[in-house]
């Protein structure tokens, strides 16, 4: 009788088990999913989604945006119109990995430059500012955003792992959108292992902030690959700057790094001009040189330290191919402070040595032999071609 039992409940048992697994359907895959618009509370991004910004996206004050590992968002093709912005007191907490990084991108089927507006972040770190008067800004976007403040270590989260793709655009000659725009961004920011790739104008800029950045890509940038001004103090580590040789870009005055101590030069007296280091940095142009109306290949000085900003460059290797050079190789001669100092190594095939420096008088410029310049193994996550 108990063998009898136990057969019956056994089969009745099976029985379930295979209507179980016949009857439940099998999971749906997510599907793609809009990001647009005010996020006003935390928000986690789901990594098996692809999400498309139709629009501009704000994080507010007080909400935070998480991006886990791997993540793709797309952005579709508008120019200023669509970018992601962090407001003051938001966070974006994008924190990829070398294999699965954090993909910003255009939604476009043939990208190219200018396709977006790219990422912005704006904190509370001090600004180039009037003595006795505040650290505070408004966004290029609009007036009504500030930015800066007087918390050096101010947080506005991570990013980590991330490639930004297809940005930038000028809105006028006084206005840009960049790939990334750091905004008075505090020091208790990460900021690391950023591919910026086929940017419209500024690779990267910092607008003021305390913010230090490691192992930054940059790969053909229409104007400046590292820009810096409104005050920024803060050290980069490990950044490499390329145009390739068939690259095109429509800007008049590209240049590796171009450093203003304030806004525009046009607050030369304000207190806590620029004052930035640099460890271990590489710029190299392949690109030929091709003049006319619209189309300009040459870069107008590898870089160029001025209105007041006070740079420290160390284990800098610079290196032009084609028949492209700069028109001056290092200005240095309206930097702010004497002490400013740049150590570089050129590739000897190129010639560079034989251009003309501008100098200030008592600023140091040394060329040595035996620097490398920024680490390439930093970028392999990347799968960029060196």
């Known amino acids: 009788m108990k063998t009898k039992l136990f057969s019956i409940l056994a089969a009745s048992a099976l029985a379930f088990a295979s209507c179980t697994d016949n009857d439940t359907p099998a999971p749906t895959p997510p599907k793609d999913a809009e990001l647009s618009g005010d996020i006003t509370k935390d928000m986690t991004l789901d990594a098996n989604v692809t999400y498309t910004m139709s629009k501009a996206v704000f994080v507010k004050s007080g909400a935070t945006l998480t991006i886990p590992a791997g993540t793709v968002i797309k952005a579709a093709d508008s120019g200023t119109s669509i970018f992601l912005l962090v407001e003051k007191g938001g966070k974006i907490m994008a924190d990829g990995t070398a294999a699965k990084p954090i993909v910003f991108t255009s939604a476009s ?11 912005l972040i704006n904190g509370s770190a001090p600004l180039s500012h009037e003595a006795g008067k505040t650290s505070d800004w408004g966004t290029e976007i609009s007036s009504n955003i500030r930015y800066g403040g007087e918390t050096a270590n101010d947080n506005s989260g991570v990013l980590n792992y991330v490639k930004i793709e297809y940005t930038g655009a000028r809105i006028d000659g006084a206005k840009e959108h960049n790939g990334l725009t750091l905004n008075g961004v505090g020091n208790g920011t990460k900021i690391s292992n950023i591919y910026l790739n086929h940017g419209a104008d500024d690779a990267i800029e910092f607008f003021g902030g305390s913010v230090n950045a490691s192992n930054i890509l940059v790969v053909n940038a229409d104007d400046d690959m ?15 700057g390329i145009r390739e040789a068939n690259y095109q870009t429509v800007t008049s005055d590209p240049r590796g790094i171009e450093a203003d101590g304030n806004l525009d030069g046009k607050n030369e007296n304000y207190v806590n001009q620029s004052n930035f280091t640099i460890n271990g940095i590489t710029i190299i142009n392949n690109a030929a040189d091709i003049n006319g109306s619209k189309v300009t290949q040459m870069m107008t000085e590898v870089m160029k330290i001025r209105r007041k900003a006070k ?15 700069p028109t001056a190789f290092i200005d240095m001669d309206d930097a702010g402070d004497a002490s400013s100092s740049i150590t570089y ?14 100098n200030k008088v008592g600023a140091t410029l040394k060329a040595e032999a035996g620097n490398k310049g920024a680490d390439v193994s930093a970028f392999t996550w990347t799968g960029y071609k060196f």
Do not use: C, E, R
């Not at 089927?109 to 990422?119: F, I, Q, Y």
């Open 226 to 240: 590292f820009d810096f001004t409104q005050g920024y103090n803060g050290t980069l580590t490990n950044v490499y």
């Open 345 to 358: 190594t050129v590739d000897p095939a190129n010639g560079l040595d034989k251009i003309a420096n501008k």
């Open 109 to 119: 089927a043939t990208p190219k430059s200018g396709d977006w507006g790219g990422v």
């Open 311 to 325: 740079a420290t460059i160390t284990n800098a290797y610079i290196k032009f191919g084609g028949a492209a050079v």
